[in-house]
């Protein structure tokens, strides 16, 4: 305990040493245990870059979306796209569908 009393000793009569401490302190709080400190902010961020990498794959997929629904409004297309994705047919028609799948027996 000796050793530890001669530091206190020192820094209660030194007052350099006291404004040293003292902004260590400060740095200690502000740098890393301050919800606005360093590393909370680094954290933030990194989670803003990747937020705004997500917004731009979705922006590029709406673009896409849009594109796609602006050709769904040709009435030929809507005919093609059900007869294709949902095997409708005309009144008087039939469809055949066929499995190209090869599987080996």
């Given at each position: 305990?000796?050793?530890?009393?001669?530091?206190?000793?020192?820094?209660?009569?030194?007052?350099?040493?006291?404004?040293?401490?003292?902004?260590?302190?400060?740095?200690?709080?502000?740098?890393?245990?301050?919800?606005?400190?360093?590393?909370?902010r680094r954290e933030?961020?990194?989670?803003?870059?990747?937020?705004?990498?997500?917004?731009?794959?979705?922006?590029?997929?709406?673009?896409?979306?849009?594109?796609?629904?602006e050709a769904l409004?040709?009435?030929?297309?809507?005919?093609?796209?059900?007869?294709?994705?949902?095997?409708?047919?005309?009144?008087?028609?039939?469809?055949?569908?066929?499995?190209?799948?090869?599987?080996?027996?």
């Amino acid at each position: 305990m000796g050793r530890l009393q001669r530091i206190a000793h020192r820094i209660g009569h030194s007052s350099v040493t006291k404004y040293v401490v003292t902004l260590f302190f400060i740095i200690l709080i502000v740098g890393f245990l301050d919800d606005n400190s360093f590393w909370n902010r680094r954290e933030r961020k990194a989670t803003i870059e990747k937020l705004q990498e997500e917004i731009a794959e979705l922006k590029t997929v709406y673009e896409e979306d849009t594109r796609k629904l602006e050709a769904l409004e040709k009435y030929d297309n809507v005919v093609r796209l059900a007869r294709e994705m949902y095997f409708m047919k005309r009144p008087n028609e039939d469809v055949y569908i066929i499995n190209c799948d090869k599987k080996s027996e």
